[in-house]
């Protein structure tokens, strides 16, 4: 067993780290000390000074939720301020377009701005008479305001120029694939990862009719295990199936659509090595007014989960090092 420099240093901290929490616990009673969290951070500093080859690669799995969805920005902030590593971001639906922000390098305050500014008719031709209209003409509406949205807002960068790896999930309507998107235009796939189908045109691409991804994989941690990482934190904001209406035509179709892949959800939550979970469970698929108040239930469920994610990130880089 050889062990690097670096990675010897870990090893001796955490047994001096380890002394030093018993040797201080006495005082607990005394000073409001958290031992735990001294070492955890302790050990942390050491992980993060490792070359970027030598600590375990992360991935983060953003689920599709609509304007739940803004949560992913809140768990982005917290991510950067804790300095958690994400190594590859998978998306499905919203969570392709947040992961797109994300990944293009697009500061997380200009991200928020942007969120409070957004409504459907913004980007996307969904409003009443719209509506009216394709009830009686019986054609789909178009999204593709998305696509120049995400243009115009993250450069028109394609996949190869992303500062993080992104993968996004769409469906193939006829089929029923998953398709993975990783490459050319990155606003164009995200577009179609986030395509409703039933109000929607698909986006056509190479012969396939493609919509949203939450249709095969909403949280798609499945398909993160695809690039063989070592850690997947996987962001969940799905529905509360029990606390959605179902007064009209597009929220009896969202129930419908839920309910399909609540199961699929917690299968694929389980292959997670940590779950955030933001309390956005009673928002609308379609309240975007709420965006800010949503961005901070992401902040909140991050920032709870921010040692669990240090912890792991920890316990692999000692278990890698010490098998090689």
């Known amino acids: 067993m050889i062990l690097t420099d670096a990675l010897k240093k870990i090893i001796v901290l955490s047994l001096i780290v380890f002394c030093a929490a ?17 070492a955890v951070n302790s050990l942390w500093h050491r992980v993060l000074e ?19 969805g803004f949560s992913h920005i809140g768990v982005f902030k917290i991510l950067q301020e ?7 971001v998978i998306g499905a639906s919203i969570g392709s377009i947040a992961g797109a922000f994300y990944c293009a390098g697009i500061p997380m305050s200009k991200v928020e701005e942007l969120a409070k ?17 394709m009830l009686f003409s019986e054609k789909l509406l178009s999204n593709e305001e998305i696509e120049t949205f995400l243009d115009e807002n993250i450069g028109g960068l394609r996949f190869d120029e992303l500062k993080v790896p992104l993968v996004c999930v769409a469906t193939d309507l006829n089929t029923g694939e998953r398709i993975l998107l990783r490459e050319g235009s990155v606003a164009f796939a995200a577009r179609a990862s986030a395509t409703l189908p039933g109000f929607f045109k698909p986006v056509e691409y190479r012969q396939r009719y493609l919509v949203d991804g939450g249709l095969s994989e909403n949280v798609p941690v499945n398909i993160a295990k695809l690039f063989d990482p070592d850690i ?9 199936i029990s606390k959605n209406s179902t007064d ?21 939550l389980m292959l997670a090595d940590v779950v955030i979970r933001p309390d956005v469970g ?43």
């Open 22 to 38: 018993q040797t201080l616990s006495a005082a607990v009673s005394v000073f409001d000390f958290d031992e735990e969290e001294f």
């Open 282 to 324: 009673g928002i609308k698929t379609v309240d975007m007014g709420s965006a800010y108040d949503t961005i901070d239930k992401g902040a909140f469920a991050a920032k709870k989960a921010a040692k669990q994610i240090k912890m792991a990130i920890i316990n692999k880089t000692l278990e890698r090092h010490l098998i090689e």
């Open 117 to 133: 500014d957004i409504t459907l008719q913004s980007v996307s031709n969904l409003n009443p008479v719209s509506m009216l209209s």
């Open 82 to 88: 804790e300095e958690i590593p994400v190594d590859l």
């Open 232 to 240: 997947i934190i996987a962001v969940a904001v799905s529905a509360d």
């Open 248 to 268: 009209n035509v597009f929220e009896t179709l969202m129930q419908s659509i839920y309910i399909q892949g609540k199961a699929l959800d917690a299968e694929n």
């Open 50 to 68: 490792l070359p970027k080859e030598k600590r375990p690669k992360v991935a983060l799995v953003l689920g599709g939720g609509g304007a739940r």
